[in-house]
Structure formats: C-alpha cells, structure tokens
C-alpha cells in the first residue's frame, strides 16, 4: 500500500549523544513533511515540519534535512534525553489538490542511560 | 484542555457488533482526519473532511466503515458487524484551513478490540 519507509526500525543512543532518524519518502510531487514522536498509549505529537522548497530547518535541539534528490529526510535530536524515547514517524502530504498525509512504519529510538 | 478529544479512550466488543467513535477537533480546525494504527505500524489514512464535506476516503474504508461530520464540528467513525481485524487504535486529527499551517494534531486515541 501506499507508505512512506524508514531505513532503521530501532535506534539505541547513550544520553547526550546526537540521534539521527532517516525515512525515505515515496512521491517526488509531495510538498510537505512531518515528524512526530508518539510515546505508548498517546497520539502521535508534532515535532518539526518542512516545505518541499526549503532543504534545512532547525528547531529547538531538533534539525530535519530534506534531500529531494534521493527522496529522503531525515530528523536529528541533539543531546538526546531520556524523554526523548518514543517511536517516531515522518509523513508526508501529496502534491497540491489534497491534504491527506501518508505515515511511515517508524523508528523506536531508545535513549540508554 | 482545547486539543483534539477522542471517546472512548478504549472499546471492548465482541465479533459481529456495531461500534461508534466519536471526535472533537480543535475549535475552529476546519479539516478532521481519521487514521488507523496497528501496533508496530504508522497510522494509515482512512479519511479526512473539510468542514461537513468528505474529500477523500482509504480504500481500507470497506462498506463496513462510515463516517461522518454533520455540522463541520465533531466527527463519528461507525463500524459495523466488527471482525477481530479491526482491532486497532483509532487516531483523530484536525488542522487548520489554509496553505501556511498545515500540521495534524492527533488526539489519543481510540482503542478498539474485537473479541
């Protein structure tokens, strides 16, 4: 079915260290990107977006790339913390025309203490 | 709390039942979505409204699945004659009109499990 993928479906990170999460997008004509963070029994919670005509955008200790090239974004989590364990999806909404977004699978990101 | 209120929190059924959810967008969210989750999986899309209208619908939406927004407000997500396949955690969303704030926000959830 339609989906948007993720290269790692788990991530370990020691506490202060830089996480990167990546997820490979599927259409070339989609415009705008999410990342969310979903910790267990909650909805999914927004973390930082990006336009289709920016490759870079910084957020508080989070930063997304953007690489229309190869189809690909990817979030980094600076000095990651315990409270930043969770799942996390990126999405993406198609082309002009519509407003449906589309999830990927996911990546757990464990923070090791 | 002005997010994004879903009810119930948690649905036990028994195969063969009628099940109905309910969702409370943010005020003056004009689009509302309904997603499904499985556990390990992302939300996959089912539906979205703007206002009272109904723009687009999953092919994962059977005739067993209908949903509505009446008066552009709340939404309802009925399922009829539940298969333990439908177990699943029910996600909301509502989002702003217009092309400068697009971002979703989820509610909690609803979890649904079909005996």
């Known amino acids: 079915g339609e989906s948007v993928g993720l290269h790692l479906p788990t991530l370990s990170v020691q506490e202060g260290d830089n996480s990167i999460i990546n997820c490979a997008y599927s259409?070339?004509?989609?415009?705008?990107f999410i990342w969310y963070k979903q910790e267990s029994g909650k909805g999914p919670q927004f973390i930082i977006d990006i336009r289709s005509n920016m490759d870079k955008r910084q957020g508080q200790r989070v930063t997304v790339l953007l690489n229309k090239t190869v189809k690909h974004l990817s979030l980094q989590i600076a000095a990651t913390q315990p409270g930043d364990s969770a799942v996390y999806f990126c999405a993406e909404k198609y082309a002009s025309g519509t407003y449906k977004y589309i999830f990927g699978t996911g990546t757990r990101l464990k923070v090791l203490a | 709390d002005t997010g994004v209120s879903q009810d119930p929190r948690h649905k036990i059924t028994k195969r063969g039942q009628n099940v109905t959810f309910r969702c409370d967008p943010i005020s003056e969210h004009n689009r509302l979505y309904w997603y499904r989750q499985t556990l390990g999986q992302g939300p996959e899309f089912l539906t979205y409204?703007?206002?009272?209208?109904?723009?687009?619908k999953s092919r994962l939406l059977s005739d067993r699945f209908s949903a509505e927004r009446p008066k552009g407000s709340f939404s309802t997500l009925e399922i009829q004659r539940t298969e333990q396949g439908d177990s699943a955690m029910y996600l909301c969303?509502?989002?702003?009109?217009?092309?400068?704030?697009?971002?979703?926000?989820f509610g909690s959830g609803t979890q649904l499990s079909v005996l």
């Open positions: 969303a509502s989002s702003p009109s217009g092309s400068t704030n697009e971002k979703l926000f």
């Open positions: 259409n070339s004509a989609s415009d705008y």
């Open positions: 409204f703007q206002n009272e209208a109904q723009l687009e």
